[in-house]
């Protein structure tokens, strides 16, 4: 009880100071206000995970009631379209796993033949990877952890080190895309960028990234390898696990599958379309999930109640969109303009400068928070560097890279990590210890936001 | 599966017939569009309840995919102020279930000394209309329908009548307030009325439909209810029921009475608030559920997430929040205009004509289909009204009041009615027909919509 108030006190001392200091670097009173509250919400989440929405009601109403805000620009700034973007893909995942698709991945994995530890290495960074850019992080891992532990079962192996590099390679993984990460989108949404700009950037860095991860997963954990190698010799491959398990690819398995597809080509293809269409920028993009769960919805009549109810996260998604509210307020009052002067001496003479400053904060700062918050934090003071005239868009991919890769240096740093290792605490009662993380995922997380930031600095 | 298909046909037809319709009756394309789809949502909840959802989302697809509205304007419309209103209330109501407070009303009910017929009515009239005009209609009807059974139970008479009688008073008592029913804050947010007026004007009208409802109902179960004295006589009063059960009114309870207290008063004088910091209409009547949310959520954090996932109606609200945007985009393409001056023109340029035409239309409509779809389509013509100079306050009491009212007519007409049949089929295995409900809801419903009527035309609102 005595932390607790302890915690709240410093939240408070902290939020009402930074608002105070703002004012007097020059923020009115409206701006000074939107930063505390929006400091409040920000670390309302690092001390007070349970409470987060709690503050984020509170303090909006607060911006509100203060006047820092007029209720239509507040509504307006909830980016009410990527919530229902994210909405619809949940659904859309929601019927995946309903019909089995990832159960029938995971039963692929298993069946691969001849396998071999390093084979076995790659194939989860692989998939891990992808199912991560096309679904997204959370339940990519789940089936990826489902996956490691039958197989690392079966040979009586460590399971660990292999969940760790499923993680880092989904968290990787996850930059390439829109759909990926909800910075993805959100980060598209706000700057204007569209899937195949991702597919021109995004998708090579995180792809370099990968490559290099892999490598170092390799060395790192040659030992664990070799010894799964070992007893992959002394057991005989898996063919008892071949006979076991078999998934068949059912008639709704493949429908779904067909649905997902088609959704995909067209949310490739979003760009083209909108200009076909005479569409403004990412309508397509951002309809796509509410078209196709529409469709589904209809499909699965019979779920589409419980796909909406327990399959969209209502409770995470209504944080966001008061987070996005408040970070938006930072702008509307024009606070953001405010400290992106302060930095307009510095960005003018020093683009790259500015680019890495950006990349390696969010970096940082996502390893101990929550990507979407560091993101959030950012795009109302680029938005403004934009507004000054020193915006590249080198920006936004520093701020997506950085908010993805830096989630591999703590164990809490993304959602992913956290979801794996309650996982594996309670299926095997492995703890996974900070010591246990921070080698490999620092050395992880460092070289790949090293690597963006080489191809941002040298490509880009 | 041909049920089906016939339906479906016979929506696409509609749909398409009506958007062509108006084109000839001066429609361009992008209002045609608008109507058309819009109807077949419509349709689509009258048709395919079960799809709603789907016929929403892609109904708002082909109206962005076709340029008739953008994003933007499509998420202005969408009415997110409403849609967190309603969220953070229903964490209030969660609260309040959890805390055992519906539990004990049923039992104040339960435990009334010297129970008569009459009272009996009384009370379950009084307090379905005052739960319902500050919790919502849905809640309160599950808790007083539980109560009703349990008492009826007891002295072994029918159920039915008085479930029926508890349906009508929550219905016309959700029209109260702006907490009644998701139809009062819609109303309030575009309409830029008070909590205030809906006290000043909504609270009164609502009790003189409650007390007409009251003489039609005690003339029409007059049998009813002497069987249920008769029956009070021969058991004695319910001194057993009495000391068999009794919540005590425990902390938590006391609590969550403390929090609902606050929050109908400070929405009640949200408008003075709004007034006294200056601040713009309605910016502190929605915050209020918000605030009140929020420390329930740090009150009771490890339930909070349970708060938000249960006891909030994800799929309503969303279904809620597609309709708005489609019915916005009626307003923005500008189709609600032509209809607003057909009326206007159809009415003879008499607003008392037209306020007849809106409450009747309302009150008819919303006997078939779920009121909010009414209103949601009423609005943006009403707001046509207002701007081609032929508006009145009283048209938005006569919406209000046609989509309460109305939901008493048929046994489809409200959510409330819905819930209370189906609990009375899966408890009591009773079945009630459409006509046996129309029977006496007809009479309820238009007999009250003709009190709200002849208020409105008598009263001046808003003047």
């Given at each position: 009880?005595?932390?607790?108030?302890?915690?709240?006190?410093?939240?408070?001392?902290?939020?009402?100071?930074?608002?105070?200091?703002?004012?007097?670097v020059?923020?009115?009173?409206?701006?000074?206000?939107?930063?505390?509250?929006?400091t409040?919400?920000v670390?309302?989440?690092l001390?007070?995970?349970?409470?987060r929405?709690?503050?984020a009601?509170?303090?909006s109403?607060?911006?509100?009631?203060?006047?820092?805000?007029?209720l239509?620009s507040?509504?307006?700034?909830?980016?009410?379209?990527?919530?229902?973007f994210?909405?619809?893909?949940?659904?859309?995942?929601?019927?995946?796993k309903?019909?089995?698709?990832?159960?029938?991945?995971?039963?692929?994995?298993?069946?691969?033949?001849?396998?071999?530890?390093?084979?076995?290495?790659?194939?989860i960074?692989?998939?891990?990877?992808?199912?991560?850019?096309?679904?997204?992080?959370?339940?990519?891992?789940?089936?990826?952890?489902?996956?490691?532990?039958?197989?690392?079962?079966?040979?009586?192996?460590?399971?660990?080190?292999?969940i760790?590099?499923s993680?880092?390679?989904t968290?990787?993984?996850?930059?390439?895309?829109?759909?990926?990460?909800p910075?993805?989108?959100?980060i598209?949404?706000?700057?204007?960028?569209?899937?195949?700009d991702?597919?021109?950037?995004?998708?090579?860095?995180?792809?370099?990234?990968l490559?290099a991860?892999?490598?170092?997963?390799?060395?790192?954990?040659?030992r664990?390898?070799?010894?799964?190698?070992?007893?992959?010799?002394?057991?005989?491959?898996?063919?008892?696990?071949?006979?076991l398990?078999?998934v068949?690819?059912?008639?709704?398995?493949?429908?779904?599958?067909?649905?997902f597809?088609?959704?995909?080509?067209?949310?490739?293809?979003?760009?083209?379309?909108?200009?076909?269409?005479?569409?403004?920028?990412?309508?397509?993009?951002?309809?796509?999930p509410?078209?196709?769960?529409?469709?589904?919805?209809?499909?699965?009549r019979?779920?589409?109640?419980?796909?909406?109810?327990?399959?969209?996260?209502?409770?995470?998604?209504?944080?966001?969109?008061?987070?996005?509210?408040?970070?938006?307020?930072?702008?509307?009052t024009g606070?953001?303009?405010?400290?992106?002067?302060?930095?307009?001496?510095?960005?003018?003479?020093?683009?790259?400068?500015?680019?890495?400053?950006?990349?390696?904060?969010?970096?940082?700062?996502?390893?101990v928070?929550?990507?979407?918050?560091?993101v959030v934090?950012y795009?109302?003071?680029?938005?403004?560097?934009?507004?000054?005239?020193?915006?590249?868009?080198?920006?936004?991919?520093?701020?997506?890279?950085?908010?993805?890769?830096?989630?591999?240096?703590?164990?809490i740093g993304?959602?992913?990590?956290?979801?794996?290792i309650?996982?594996?605490?309670?299926?095997?009662?492995?703890?996974?210890?900070f010591?246990d993380?921070?080698?490999?995922?620092?050395?992880?997380?460092?070289?790949?936001?090293?690597?963006?930031?080489?191809?941002?600095?040298?490509?880009y | 599966?041909?049920?089906?298909l016939?339906?479906?046909?016979?929506?696409?037809?509609?749909?398409?017939?009506?958007g062509?319709?108006?084109?000839?009756?001066g429609?361009?394309?992008?209002?045609?569009?608008?109507?058309?789809?819009?109807?077949?949502?419509?349709?689509?909840?009258?048709?395919?309840?079960?799809?709603?959802?789907?016929?929403?989302?892609?109904?708002?697809?082909?109206?962005?995919l076709?340029?008739t509205?953008?994003?933007?304007?499509?998420?202005?419309?969408?009415?997110?102020?409403?849609?967190?209103?309603?969220?953070?209330?229903?964490?209030?109501?969660?609260?309040?279930?959890?805390?055992g407070?519906?539990?004990?009303?049923?039992?104040?009910?339960?435990k009334?000394?010297?129970?008569?017929?009459?009272?009996f009515?009384?009370?379950?009239?009084?307090?379905?209309?005052?739960?319902?005009?500050?919790?919502?209609?849905?809640?309160?009807?599950?808790?007083?329908?539980?109560?009703?059974?349990?008492?009826?139970?007891?002295?072994?008479?029918?159920?039915?009548?008085f479930?029926?009688?508890?349906?009508?008073?929550?219905?016309?008592?959700?029209?109260?307030?702006?907490?009644?029913?998701?139809?009062?804050?819609?109303?309030?947010?575009?309409?830029?009325?008070?909590?205030?007026?809906?006290?000043?004007?909504?609270?009164?009208?609502?009790?003189?439909?409650?007390?007409?409802?009251?003489?039609?109902?005690?003339?029409?179960?007059?049998?009813?209810?002497?069987?249920?004295?008769?029956?009070?006589?021969?058991?004695?009063?319910?001194e057993?029921?009495?000391?068999?059960?009794?919540?005590?009114?425990?902390?938590?309870?006391?609590?969550?009475l403390?929090?609902?207290?606050?929050?109908?008063?400070?929405?009640?004088?949200?408008?003075?608030?709004?007034?006294?910091?200056?601040?713009e209409?309605?910016?502190?009547l929605?915050t209020?559920?918000?605030?009140?949310?929020?420390?329930?959520?740090?009150?009771?954090?490890?339930k909070?997430?349970?708060?938000?996932e249960?006891?909030?109606e994800?799929?309503?609200?969303?279904?809620f929040?597609?309709?708005?945007?489609?019915?916005g985009t009626?307003?923005?393409?500008?189709?609600?205009?032509?209809?607003?001056?057909?009326?206007?023109?159809?009415?003879?340029?008499?607003?008392?004509?037209?306020?007849?035409?809106?409450?009747?239309?309302?009150?008819?409509?919303s006997?078939?289909?779920?009121?909010?779809?009414?209103v949601?389509?009423?609005?943006?013509?009403?707001?046509?009204?207002?701007?081609?100079?032929?508006?009145?306050?009283?048209?938005?009491?006569?919406?209000?009041?046609?989509?309460?009212?109305?939901?008493?007519?048929?046994?489809?007409?409200?959510?409330?009615?819905?819930?209370?049949v189906?609990i009375l089929?899966?408890?009591?295995?009773?079945?009630?027909?459409?006509?046996?409900?129309?029977?006496?809801?007809?009479v309820?419903?238009?007999?009250t919509t003709?009190?709200?009527?002849v208020?409105?035309?008598?009263?001046?609102?808003?003047?």
């Amino acid at each position: 009880m005595n932390r607790t108030a302890l915690k709240f006190g410093s939240l408070f001392f902290v939020s009402a100071a930074t608002g105070f200091l703002g004012h007097r670097v020059g923020l009115n009173a409206h701006q000074a206000m939107s930063l505390g509250i929006f400091t409040a919400s920000v670390m309302g989440t690092l001390f007070f995970w349970e409470f987060r929405l709690s503050f984020a009601f509170l303090g909006s109403a607060l911006l509100l009631l203060t006047k820092a805000i007029d209720l239509e620009s507040f509504l307006r700034l909830t980016t009410l379209e990527v919530i229902l973007f994210l909405a619809g893909m949940m659904i859309v995942v929601s019927l995946l796993k309903d019909t089995g698709f990832f159960a029938w991945l995971v039963a692929i994995i298993l069946r691969v033949k001849n396998l071999s530890g390093r084979k076995f290495t790659l194939l989860i960074i692989g998939v891990s990877a992808v199912l991560a850019c096309a679904v997204d992080e959370v339940t990519s891992i789940i089936f990826m952890v489902a996956a490691i532990l039958e197989i690392c079962d079966y040979y009586e192996v460590n399971p660990m080190p292999f969940i760790i590099i499923s993680v880092l390679a989904t968290n990787i993984g996850s930059a390439a895309t829109v759909m990926g990460n909800p910075i993805g989108i959100l980060i598209a949404t706000k700057a204007g960028l569209n899937f195949e700009d991702f597919l021109m950037r995004a998708f090579p860095a995180a792809f370099v990234s990968l490559l290099a991860a892999a490598a170092i997963a390799l060395r790192w954990f040659a030992r664990p390898i070799a010894e799964l190698d070992r007893h992959i010799k002394e057991m005989q491959a898996n063919e008892i696990l071949l006979k076991l398990i078999s998934v068949p690819m059912e008639r709704h398995l493949r429908v779904s599958l067909v649905i997902f597809g088609s959704m995909m080509v067209f949310i490739v293809l979003h760009r083209r379309l909108e200009l076909l269409l005479g569409l403004s920028e990412n309508t397509i993009l951002l309809i796509m999930p509410m078209i196709t769960s529409g469709v589904i919805m209809i499909w699965k009549r019979h779920k589409a109640r419980e796909y909406v109810e327990k399959g969209i996260e209502w409770w995470t998604l209504l944080f966001f969109m008061l987070l996005f509210a408040q970070a938006g307020t930072l702008r509307h009052t024009g606070a953001a303009d405010v400290f992106a002067g302060m930095f307009a001496d510095f960005a003018s003479n020093n683009a790259r400068g500015l680019m890495s400053l950006v990349l390696w904060t969010s970096s940082l700062g996502s390893s101990v928070l929550d990507n979407v918050i560091v993101v959030v934090t950012y795009t109302p003071v680029i938005k403004s560097f934009f507004t000054l005239g020193y915006g590249n868009q080198a920006l936004w991919w520093a701020l997506l890279l950085g908010g993805c890769f830096g989630g591999n240096i703590t164990l809490i740093g993304s959602t992913a990590n956290i979801v794996a290792i309650g996982l594996l605490e309670k299926e095997k009662n492995i703890k996974v210890r900070f010591r246990d993380w921070i080698g490999i995922g620092l050395t992880v997380g460092i070289v790949t936001t090293g690597l963006a930031w080489v191809l941002l600095s040298f490509f880009y | 599966m041909k049920g089906a298909l016939v339906k479906f046909g016979i929506l696409i037809f509609t749909s398409i017939g009506i958007g062509l319709l108006g084109t000839r009756v001066g429609l361009n394309t992008h209002q045609a569009l608008a109507l058309g789809i819009f109807v077949a949502s419509i349709c689509g909840t009258l048709f395919f309840w079960e799809f709603r959802l789907s016929f929403a989302f892609l109904g708002t697809s082909i109206l962005i995919l076709t340029r008739t509205i953008d994003i933007e304007h499509f998420i202005k419309f969408s009415s997110l102020e409403v849609i967190v209103f309603l969220v953070g209330m229903m964490i209030v109501v969660g609260l309040l279930k959890e805390a055992g407070f519906f539990a004990w009303i049923v039992e104040t009910i339960l435990k009334m000394r010297n129970l008569t017929a009459r009272k009996f009515l009384v009370a379950i009239s009084l307090i379905s209309a005052v739960l319902s005009a500050t919790t919502g209609e849905v809640v309160s009807i599950i808790f007083m329908t539980a109560a009703i059974l349990e008492i009826c139970d007891y002295f072994e008479v029918e159920p039915l009548p008085f479930i029926m009688i508890s349906v009508f008073m929550t219905n016309i008592g959700s029209a109260a307030t702006v907490l009644g029913n998701p139809i009062g804050i819609l109303i309030a947010t575009k309409s830029n009325l008070t909590a205030e007026d809906f006290l000043r004007s909504a609270l009164p009208i609502s009790l003189v439909c409650l007390g007409a409802t009251m003489v039609i109902v005690n003339f029409w179960y007059r049998r009813q209810l002497a069987e249920f004295d008769k029956k009070i006589k021969d058991l004695g009063a319910n001194e057993i029921l009495i000391k068999l059960i009794s919540v005590p009114l425990g902390r938590e309870l006391k609590t969550g009475l403390i929090i609902l207290g606050l929050t109908v008063f400070l929405i009640s004088v949200s408008h003075r608030l709004e007034v006294l910091f200056a601040l713009e209409n309605n910016a502190v009547l929605l915050t209020i559920p918000l605030i009140m949310s929020a420390f329930i959520m740090i009150w009771k954090w490890k339930k909070a997430r349970e708060f938000v996932e249960k006891d909030v109606e994800w799929w309503s609200l969303l279904f809620f929040m597609f309709l708005f945007a489609q019915a916005g985009t009626l307003q923005h393409t500008g189709a609600t205009d032509v209809f607003a001056s057909g009326l206007i023109d159809l009415a003879r340029g008499s607003s008392q004509a037209l306020l007849g035409l809106v409450l009747w239309v309302a009150s008819i409509g919303s006997s078939l289909m779920d009121n909010v779809v009414i209103v949601v389509a009423f609005i943006p013509i009403i707001n046509s009204f207002h701007s081609l100079g032929s508006g009145l306050q009283s048209f938005w009491w006569a919406l209000l009041f046609g989509g309460c009212l109305g939901g008493n007519i048929t046994l489809i007409g409200s959510t409330a009615n819905i819930v209370a049949v189906g609990i009375l089929e899966k408890e009591k295995q009773m079945k009630i027909s459409f006509l046996d409900w129309l029977k006496v809801g007809s009479v309820v419903g238009i007999a009250t919509t003709v009190v709200t009527w002849v208020v409105l035309l008598i009263v001046p609102f808003g003047k």
